[in-house]
């Protein structure tokens, strides 16, 4: 089946267009593998109970923000002097940029694009560390650290799990990250994939970023949650930086459905649970079925998302364009990633259902491209008739 998807909504920006967006041209009821979210968490229970209360989150006021994070810091354990709650994480990560990064910052490349964006458009000079194809993405720390200071770079910045490839380095390798650049200005740790981490128990450094001078940790209930739309993001630091962006940040930043959730969490903590591993699993099953493409290359993840590399010189973007079209499947392709190609594609996690629909997708694009290919190829004249 074919949708009218204009395809111009993908140069627009640098981020792919909102579901919303795709579903206003006509693209149908989209199977989402772009948007990371966590399908397994809100509940049907829970997504019926919200939507009892759906009137009154509209039409009243939230809390301020210090009686909704007083809530949050009982649920998940933390000092209410140590974090900032805001309007989802890209609005933390911009007052950081105004607040803490004084002329330079060093970021690995790829990565998720707000961090090299926003101190690009506040005219500071952004050290871009690439992260090499060859070691399959993979960070090493003492390189990092070389680079931070023959750069110069008075603030750093690593994402654990990175985004796109879901790459994770240990815990004990973050804390020597820490130790190693205890005297810039700030050191940030954006963390909004690591609830989805399985290969260490407890990979969250948000504990040592509380004592620590220079130290600030990121977090994403919305990417944890599956509730993007809720906008909703802390961050964990020691109580002297958290206090300044609490004061900096306006005092009805966080909305009344974000605080409706935070209530709800407390009650819900063993199904969040559960949908994390079924996440795993199904992360781990559609690894197993995208290996079996011909001419695919998947990187190994611990986050809710797969990075995949398309052989055989097909062009992401032609993929992304049929699998939409042909299959209303949505994928990300990562050409304008700073450090990638549109030979790139990232894939979220979903239930091995909707995986099926994707590669038969992925398997229709290929037959398709080999069927034009033939053809064109049989259509060239051959050389007995050039030499008549």
């Given at each position: 089946?074919?949708?009218?998807v204009?395809?111009?909504?993908?140069?627009?920006?640098?981020?792919?267009?909102?579901?919303?967006?795709?579903?206003?041209t006509?693209?149908?009821?989209?199977?989402?593998f772009c948007i990371?979210?966590?399908?397994?968490?809100?509940?049907?229970?829970?997504?019926?109970?919200?939507?009892?209360?759906?009137?009154?989150?509209?039409?009243?006021?939230?809390?301020?923000?210090s009686k909704?994070?007083?809530?949050?810091c009982?649920?998940?354990?933390?000092?209410?002097?140590?974090?900032?709650?805001?309007?989802?994480?890209?609005?933390?990560?911009?007052?950081?940029?105004?607040?803490?990064?004084?002329?330079s910052?060093?970021?690995?490349i790829?990565?998720f694009?707000?961090?090299?964006?926003?101190?690009?458009?506040?005219?500071?000079?952004?050290?871009?560390?690439?992260?090499r194809?060859?070691?399959?993405?993979?960070?090493?720390?003492?390189?990092?650290?070389?680079?931070?200071?023959?750069?110069?770079?008075?603030?750093?910045?690593?994402?654990?799990?990175n985004?796109?490839?879901?790459?994770?380095?240990?815990?004990?390798?973050?804390?020597?990250?820490?130790?190693?650049l205890?005297?810039?200005?700030?050191?940030?740790?954006?963390?909004s994939f690591?609830?989805?981490?399985?290969?260490?128990?407890?990979?969250?450094v948000?504990?040592?970023?509380s004592?620590?001078?220079?130290?600030?940790v990121?977090?994403?209930?919305?990417?944890?949650?599956g509730?993007?739309?809720?906008?909703?993001?802390?961050?964990?630091?020691?109580?002297g930086?958290?206090?300044?962006?609490?004061?900096?940040?306006?005092?009805?930043?966080?909305?009344?459905?974000?605080?409706?959730v935070?209530?709800?969490?407390?009650?819900?903590?063993?199904?969040?649970?559960?949908?994390?591993?079924l996440?795993?699993?199904?992360?781990?099953?559609?690894?197993?079925?995208l290996?079996?493409?011909?001419?695919?290359?998947?990187?190994?993840?611990?986050a809710?998302?797969?990075?995949?590399?398309?052989?055989?010189g097909?062009?992401?973007?032609?993929?992304?364009?049929?699998?939409?079209?042909?299959?209303?499947v949505?994928?990300?392709?990562?050409?304008d990633?700073?450090?990638?190609?549109?030979?790139?594609?990232?894939?979220v996690?979903?239930?091995?259902?909707?995986?099926?629909?994707?590669?038969?997708?992925?398997?229709d694009?290929?037959?398709?491209?080999?069927t034009?290919?033939?053809?064109s190829?049989?259509?060239?004249?051959?050389?007995?008739?050039?030499?008549?």
């Amino acid at each position: 089946m074919r949708h009218g998807v204009d395809s111009g909504l993908f140069q627009q920006t640098a981020h792919s267009p909102s579901y919303f967006e795709l579903s206003r041209t006509g693209a149908g009821e989209l199977v989402d593998f772009c948007i990371p979210c966590n399908p397994y968490f809100p509940t049907p229970q829970m997504f019926e109970e919200l939507s009892k209360n759906l009137e009154a989150v509209l039409k009243f006021y939230p809390s301020d923000a210090s009686k909704i994070a007083q809530q949050l810091c009982t649920v998940l354990g933390l000092n209410p002097a140590t974090i900032a709650m805001s309007n989802g994480s890209t609005e933390l990560i911009t007052w950081m940029d105004h607040l803490w990064i004084r002329e330079s910052v060093a970021v690995p490349i790829p990565t998720f694009g707000r961090w090299t964006d926003q101190p690009m458009e506040s005219d500071k000079r952004v050290g871009m560390f690439p992260l090499r194809e060859s070691d399959n993405f993979e960070l090493d720390v003492d390189e990092y650290v070389e680079f931070i200071r023959a750069r110069g770079s008075r603030a750093a910045v690593i994402c654990n799990p990175n985004n796109p490839d879901g790459g994770y380095l240990p815990r004990r390798e973050i804390v020597r990250l820490m130790d190693e650049l205890a005297d810039l200005d700030l050191v940030v740790v954006d963390e909004s994939f690591v609830d989805f981490v399985e290969v260490e128990r407890n990979p969250s450094v948000a504990a040592e970023a509380s004592i620590r001078p220079n130290v600030v940790v990121l977090k994403s209930l919305g990417k944890n949650f599956g509730l993007h739309g809720v906008r909703f993001g802390y961050l964990v630091a020691n109580p002297g930086l958290a206090g300044k962006m609490r004061r900096t940040l306006p005092k009805w930043n966080v909305n009344s459905l974000a605080e409706t959730v935070v209530f709800m969490l407390a009650e819900h903590e063993a199904e969040y649970a559960e949908s994390l591993r079924l996440l795993s699993r199904d992360r781990y099953r559609m690894g197993v079925e995208l290996s079996r493409v011909p001419d695919l290359t998947v990187y190994s993840s611990q986050a809710n998302f797969l990075l995949v590399k398309l052989g055989g010189g097909v062009d992401g973007r032609e993929l992304r364009d049929h699998l939409l079209s042909r299959h209303q499947v949505f994928i990300r392709e990562c050409g304008d990633k700073l450090g990638m190609s549109s030979r790139f594609a990232r894939l979220v996690v979903r239930p091995e259902h909707d995986v099926d629909r994707l590669v038969e997708g992925i398997r229709d694009f290929t037959r398709s491209r080999w069927t034009t290919d033939h053809a064109s190829r049989s259509s060239e004249p051959s050389l007995l008739m050039h030499s008549a």
